[in-house]
């Protein structure tokens, strides 16, 4: 008698007698097909979970952290609940870019932060592009200023895969609307320098 279980197939039956069901009833094939009965039994009746659910950042709130390195977009009610909430435990994260709904660095309307673990400073040259972010979840078309640490420079693009018509690198600026080409409430992804 066979038996087939999620590419399992068990073999039942009798093995002859005496010594031989001793060695049956003690070998290490006798386990592994217990286990693999046992295994069979776990995922039928959905008692075996093999992984939790992976937790998912909250994206809701108007201030919004991209970390670069998860590529996860954590939003909160303040700039510094969402560095929070991004956080990578007792190391602090470097905050390269902010980007601001209102002109003047105001936070009212909200803002997009861009950061990576640990301390990190951008080089001095705009060659190569050190990061693309094509992730602004709610803020795209919303920037309105734009301010940049770490040496860090920014170059917004309007279309969301950073390509198409860009604006210049940008230090900071409290009026993107004063960037050649007028840049307020444009941009949908951006690179960094």
């Given at each position: 008698?066979?038996?087939t ?22 070998s ?26 992976t937790?998912q ?45 209102d ?71 409290a ?19």
């Amino acid at each position: 008698m066979y038996a087939t279980c999620t590419g399992f197939r068990i073999r039942f039956g009798a093995y002859g007698s005496g010594m031989a069901d001793r060695k049956w009833q003690d070998s290490p094939l006798r386990w592994r097909a217990k286990a693999a009965a046992a295994l069979a039994l776990a995922f039928a009746t959905g008692a075996l979970v093999l992984a939790p659910a992976t937790a998912q950042a909250d994206t809701t709130g108007d201030h919004c952290v991209y970390d670069i390195v998860s590529e996860e977009l954590t939003c909160a009610d303040s700039p510094e609940a969402a560095l929070a909430a991004n956080s990578h435990g007792i190391q602090a994260d470097s905050v390269l870019v902010r980007l601001y709904n209102d002109t003047n660095y105001g936070t009212a309307g909200g803002t997009h932060t861009l950061s990576a673990p640990g301390s990190y400073t951008c080089s001095a040259a705009y060659s190569p592009i050190e990061f693309t972010v094509t992730r602004m979840g709610s803020f795209v078309n919303k920037a309105s200023s734009a301010r940049t640490y770490n040496s860090c420079d920014v170059k917004l693009f309007d279309s969301a895969d950073a390509t198409g018509t860009s604006s210049t690198w940008i230090d900071n600026l409290a009026n993107l609307n004063t960037a050649a080409g007028g840049w307020s409430n444009r941009a949908s992804s951006y690179q960094v320098s």
